[in-house]
């Protein structure tokens, strides 16, 4: 197993065996921060960057855990030269960062951290950050953002891995889009990619030389493949028809809005947009989250189908199953704590 | 053929028949401002629902233009009192519109004519309005936002139709998302229900007596029926299974942020809302509109799969058949507008 399929959904990893090492959050973090500061990562970064990777392994995404160090590491762009990120552009209620080539984890995390302060102070903000690349999982920026007691709207364009609807070639990225609301009882989010797949899905496929589902992939020629290696050099569609490209068609158009093309004048680009509202700007009785956690109260009291046991309300397994990790700790592979140790 | 059947897409009718009357746009005006105000419309008001219906039925919405006027005439809601649409709580950049009982057309035209207002001189704004009903084509709204040189984020939840995932009893609305684009051949605009198929779509199947496609319908036991008329008392699912659920639900939770749940208590109810940013805020060079057009430029040029035409870009037949129809007149049943005149 490689560290390149992180990304894939509720793979996780419980059970001790003679293969793996049960950790608790700090030393977990502790691994992660050294294994970043000797591939040059300073102090502050490594534990932005660690504070995600953890987090994600707490909510069960296994890949997207300290294993992604070891694709960080291996970087193409991370071997490129990087520049502190900056604001390059501001109004009251905007600003469009450079992300100076440093990776997603960092550049987006800064994004969140404008977003908050601008739209603490004026109510709303509109934040953009251009030249950077994977940022890990969206759902983990907006928490943040929604942990301050703000709603929070997060797109990121990519570049094209993903095929238009009657398409041969990729001309999106996988496109996420997450929103998030704070409740009584905390963040609700909704995080999904505009992809039938996730890419990190794909190369897991492809590394367990698993076939894809049919339908969802396609190979360097455009022709239908279950080959997920084959898959990898030419691209997925987008998940639910054509109101799922329309969908991955606007990630890619706010992308933009967020200055995808600025470095190198292409419109199929990374672009991490922000929006955040403070709720009380538009309710003046500040009456939001109690409205939210009576919505999630509402659904989830919905009568069900025979077999269902639970209406889910997304994000809830994320935060039920951090919670019980940060008791029972995180299961990591051996072998990944020695890469990272060897790094 | 009711009007209720209003909302299909791509139901055009373009050919004359003996049942058929072709009108041009100044007459179709005519014939719908007539109508409303002999059901005691104003005469702005009955000006901003007619230019709606009318460009609906010119985007090629066949029964989403002048018909909905029987359908509007006939809503319980229309016959209820309403106060003028107004302000209740204001910030520079955003704003909460008390809908005072009045049908969708107007009460989100309002808030879109307020969230265009504030965009201009802060560079984004945040908009609801709450206390209205059916507000027709999302995609209007938004184009009239765009023609302005911003980008639009809009909106709507409603009462319940659309069954969560597992669920047996609608407790979702259909929940439409609409987002446009400046560019520089115009608007560009993605507009889609969450549910998997429109609620007007079910209504026509259910008046044509035509079975729903496997897998959409639920009767009001929650049982799968392919029976229109069943579901029309149950409900559908979401488009594209969990990620358009976690989207519907999105929609419901911003809905509460445009104020849904303040005239009647209930968190499952009509609120429209508005993100509206001015591309200038964003991009200090201006380039938004050019970089738009690059990427609606690529993306068509991607190469196509075998027997595909064209690639689309989400909107475009829309526009295309707006511009054929300004030409060609408007097709409209002869029996409609002896209705309408009977009002």
């Excluded at 500040?286 to 269902?308: C, D, N």
Aim: hydrophobic share 40%.
């Amino acid at each position: 197993m490689t560290a390149q399929t992180a990304g894939r959904d509720r793979i996780t990893l419980d059970a001790d065996t003679p293969d793996t090492v049960r950790l608790g959050v700090e030393q977990a973090r502790a691994i992660g921060e050294r294994a970043l500061k000797r591939i040059g990562y300073p102090d502050d970064e490594a534990r932005i960057i660690v504070d995600q990777l953890v987090d994600n392994a707490l909510c069960g995404y296994r890949f997207a855990g300290l294993p992604r160090i070891l694709a960080i590491a291996g970087d193409e762009k991370t071997k490129q030269a990087r520049r502190p990120v900056r604001i390059v552009h501001e109004t009251p209620c905007s600003a469009l960062l450079d992300g100076g080539n440093n990776v997603g984890y960092i550049a987006a995390y800064r994004g969140a951290e404008v977003a908050i302060r601008k739209a603490r102070v004026n109510g709303m903000a509109s934040v953009g950050v251009y030249d950077s690349y994977y940022s890990g999982r969206n759902a983990y920026f907006v928490d943040k953002i929604v942990r301050e007691g703000l709603v929070a709207f997060h797109v990121a364009s990519a570049r094209p891995r993903v095929l238009p609807l009657g398409g041969a070639r990729p001309a999106l990225g996988t496109n996420p889009i997450c929103v998030g609301f704070p409740s009584e009882s905390g963040p609700v989010i909704v995080d999904m990619g505009t992809a039938a797949l996730m890419w990190g899905d794909v190369m897991l496929h492809a590394h367990l030389g698993e076939p894809l589902p049919e339908g969802i992939g396609f190979d360097e020629a455009g022709r239908p493949t279950r080959d997920a290696g084959a898959a990898l050099r030419g691209g997925v569609v987008p998940f639910g028809g054509y109101k799922g490209y329309a969908l991955s068609f606007a990630v890619q158009a706010l992308g933009l809005l967020a200055g995808a093309a600025i470095p190198r004048g292409q419109v199929q680009d990374y672009g991490f947009l922000f929006w955040v509202v403070d709720p009380k700007v538009m309710l003046p009785d500040g009456g939001f989250e109690s409205r939210m956690s009576e919505l999630v109260r509402r659904i989830k009291a919905t009568p069900r189908q025979p077999g269902v046991d639970e209406i889910r309300i997304p994000s809830e397994r994320a935060s039920r199953e951090r919670e019980r990790r940060r008791e029972e700790g995180i299961v990591i592979e051996r072998k990944v704590i020695e890469a990272l140790e060897a790094l």
